[in-house]
């Protein structure tokens, strides 16, 4: 069955520290991969998508994500962390060529320690 | 350029009531998809519509139903609802040539005591 897997239910950085989410896919072919951040009370805001090519993409509020089809993985980074990314954070797949419905995985809490 | 909204923010029912949720799409968009998201969950999908006709269902009961309307805003109906319907419920539009990239309401807090 098609799966998105988010292994960290909730991560702790200190401010300024660098941040790796993970994210896994199961796929029989490579789906379109997103990251959305949802702030408590809000609905999901977009960072970042891959479609195809480099596999290094950039997204908003200085995140990036890197894909590894060899791993099966899409994990997102940011190197520097500020209080404000404190969140929720979901990875979503949506299988190419077909319907829009993304699959969302169970999402990673981020607090950020002053 | 308008956002994705919803209404209610917030609405508290009882087993075996019926709910109506509403979603006016981002301007220009014509696809809208919704998606419950239990507590501590993911977003799990619900329907998809696409210029008036449903164009996708997930693992929902037909108690779950929707409709769009020519402006492309859409509504969510769930009837007798359960206590496990509680949840966020959110509606997202896109235009359908964007590959996915689905843009989110604030969504509707629904209670089921």
């Known amino acids: 069955a098609q799966s998105v897997t988010q292994p960290d239910i909730h991560i702790t950085v200190s401010e300024g520290a660098s941040l790796e989410l993970r994210c896994n896919y199961s796929?029989?072919?490579?789906?379109?991969l997103f990251w959305y951040v949802q702030s408590p009370g809000q609905g999901l805001q977009l960072l970042l998508k891959y479609f195809s090519g480099d596999t290094l993409v950039q997204g908003i509020k200085g995140f990036e994500a890197e894909f590894k089809r060899s791993q099966s993985s899409f994990n997102l980074r940011k190197p520097s962390v500020h209080w404000s990314d404190a969140a929720e954070y979901f990875c979503a797949a949506l299988p190419q060529g077909g319907s829009e419905k993304l699959v969302f995985g169970k999402g990673t809490k981020l607090t950020v320690n002053p | 350029e308008t956002g994705v909204t919803q209404s209610p923010t917030h609405l508290i029912k009882t087993r075996g009531q019926q709910v109506t949720l509403r979603c006016s799409s981002q301007?220009?968009?014509?696809?809208v998809s919704w998606y419950q998201q239990a507590l501590g969950q993911g977003p799990q999908f619900i329907f998809q519509?696409?210029?008036?006709?449903?164009?996708g269902r997930g693992n929902f009961p037909p108690r779950f139903s929707g409709l769009q309307f020519p402006n492309y805003s859409s509504e969510l109906n769930v009837n007798a609802l359960e206590l496990d319907d509680s949840a966020l419920y959110l509606c997202a539009s896109s235009w359908t040539s964007s590959l996915g990239e689905q843009y989110f309401g604030p969504g509707t807090r629904l209670t089921v005591t």
């Open positions: 301007s220009g968009h014509n696809t």
């Open positions: 796929y029989g072919a490579t789906p379109y």
């Open positions: 519509y696409y210029r008036e006709e449903e164009n």
